[in-house]
């Protein structure tokens, strides 16, 4: 009886530090944005009955690179620096053979498949650096209809499936991620027809982030309740003890 009683106390101190530690853990952490240097439309988007395509293209070499900024996270090698700021090139390329709907507000369009890629020119290396790569599947792409010319591209996972590399950020210790891409004077005016939109071109904005998995300091608490509970037991047991 007094060993059942123990452990039921163990397992309630056990479910309360488990309960609490998955809203710290998994809180989501921006480390990297990126916004566009110019006015020119890197982003273009390309219906099809077979599939339909978005592109972006942003490169030095055309004259419209991106600003990429690194919020954190950021690998050994490139520490003490809080952060990096400096003009990269984006490049992405999406497909999918889904249809489109009218949903009344939004043109939607899922299941897009495909890869992204920033790179930079690292002066003191002396070579390009993966400043952030990712490959996916089953992104959306919702672009308003009326009068509001704008849209974005989201994918999250573990709904959908990401995959991130990087040279300079440290994503090694995360289990989730997703991102999203913000649309702006995109121009023509959508319509859904056959099943699909119509061709566009526009800026583009980017975010990125992860969520975080349990941390060492949680092992560490749970650890604790287990050392408080086995502590109250021997103490109740000599107290018990003096008092016979």
């Excluded at 488990?18 to 480390?31: S, V």
């Excluded at 991130?164 to 991102?179: C, G, I, K, M, P």
Aim: net charge neutral; glycine share 8%.
């Amino acid at each position: 009886m007094r060993i059942s009683k123990t452990l039921s106390t163990a397992l309630i101190a056990a479910t309360s530090i488990f309960t609490m530690a998955p809203a710290a853990a998994l809180t989501n952490i921006t480390f990297f944005q990126s916004t566009q240097l110019t006015h020119t439309r890197i982003a273009s988007y390309t219906p099809g009955a077979g599939s339909s395509t978005l592109t972006i293209m942003g490169s030095s070499a055309t004259g419209n690179p991106v600003l990429g900024v690194g919020l954190t996270l950021l690998k050994a090698a490139y520490q003490p620096a809080p952060m990096i700021s400096m003009p990269v090139d984006f490049s992405f390329t999406a497909t999918t053979v889904a249809m489109a709907v009218n949903t009344g507000v939004q043109f939607e369009q899922p299941g897009f498949n495909g890869t992204l890629s920033y790179t930079w020119f690292d002066p003191m290396l002396g070579a390009t650096v993966n400043l952030l790569t990712a490959v996916f599947t089953q992104g959306t792409l919702n672009i308003n209809l009326g009068g509001n010319p704008a849209g974005s591209f989201f994918n999250s996972s573990p709904l959908q499936t990401i995959v991130y590399t990087s040279d300079v950020f440290d994503l090694t210790a995360f289990a989730q991620e997703d991102f999203s891409l913000g649309f702006s004077a995109i121009t023509n005016q959508f319509a859904v027809g056959s099943g699909y939109g119509v061709a566009f071109q526009s800026n583009v904005v980017a975010t990125f982030a992860v969520a975080a998995i349990p941390e060492p300091s949680t092992w560490a608490m749970l650890i604790a309740g287990f050392g408080m509970v086995g502590f109250a037991s021997r103490r109740r047991r000599q107290v018990r003890h003096v008092s016979a």
